[in-house]
């Protein structure tokens, strides 16, 4: 079955880095994403992982997965108060085009 | 990538209305999906949208309370039908461009 799972809230002070966690269930997984959404607003692609790699690196994010125990992370390095949002991360699995959506994590960033 | 857009970017509506959002995208596109995220909630899938035949919907969702339209590749339209204070949520509309899914800025609908 497709559950996929998050922490609800993260708190970190700026300049730190923030680790968002997700577990899912479904190992026929080919790819995973990780979205922003601020307030108001849509749904904004960060990034996304293959599921044969276990880490890629963009800027100041870095995705971690692990297949084996399908944990998937986002960690943020020198966390902004414009990080401040909910991050989603999501699977696709099966052979069609169909995301499977994590519960959030809400990211706030202190000063 | 793909630009999205979608009308109404929010609308209040009077319970047992019906409200048609459209979806724009810059460029042609195979496939068009309709999301629904609940307050506080995360996103589900509604439907897929299939250009030249009907749509395909998810378990819980039927086309009588979201008839969907895919005219060609670059346009679709989702109708929430006799709508009720529970439908109260937003709708986004999403492509799919090779491996990677995007997202409209979402229709916020409050039914009251």
């Known amino acids: 079955g497709e559950d996929v799972e998050q922490s609800l809230f993260l708190s970190v002070r700026e300049g730190d880095s923030s680790v968002i966690n997700c577990t899912y269930t479904?190992?026929?997984?080919?790819?995973l994403y990780w979205y922003k959404q601020e307030p108001g607003a849509g749904l904004q692609l960060l990034t996304y992982?293959?599921?044969?790699?276990d880490m890629k690196q963009d800027q100041r994010l870095t995705v971690l997965l692990n297949k084996k125990d399908k944990h998937l992370s986002l960690r943020i390095a020198d966390t902004q108060t414009g990080d401040s949002a909910i991050y989603f991360c999501?699977?696709?699995?099966?052979?069609?085009?169909?995301?499977?959506f994590g519960t959030g994590t809400q990211l706030k960033v202190e000063l | 990538s793909a630009v999205i857009s979608q009308k109404p970017s929010r609308d209040i509506c009077q319970r047992g209305t019906s409200l048609t959002i459209q979806c724009q995208v810059d460029?042609?596109?195979?496939?068009m999906f309709w999301y629904r995220q609940q307050p506080g909630q995360s996103l589900t899938l509604i439907a897929t949208?299939?250009?030249?035949?009907?749509?395909?919907?998810e378990s819980g969702f039927v086309i009588d309370k979201f008839p969907i339209s895919r005219p060609n590749l670059t346009f679709s339209t989702l109708t929430v039908s006799n709508m009720s204070p529970e439908d109260s949520s937003i709708y986004l509309c999403?492509?799919?461009?090779?491996?990677?899914?995007?997202f409209g800025p979402g229709t916020r609908l409050l039914v009251l």
């Open positions: 999403s492509v799919s461009v090779d491996e990677t899914q995007y």
């Open positions: 479904d190992s026929s997984s080919t790819y």
């Open positions: 992982i293959f599921s044969n790699m």
């Open positions: 999501a699977e696709k699995t099966g052979g069609g085009n169909k995301l499977t």
């Open positions: 460029s042609q596109v195979t496939m």
């Open positions: 949208a299939n250009q030249g035949s009907e749509a395909t919907y």
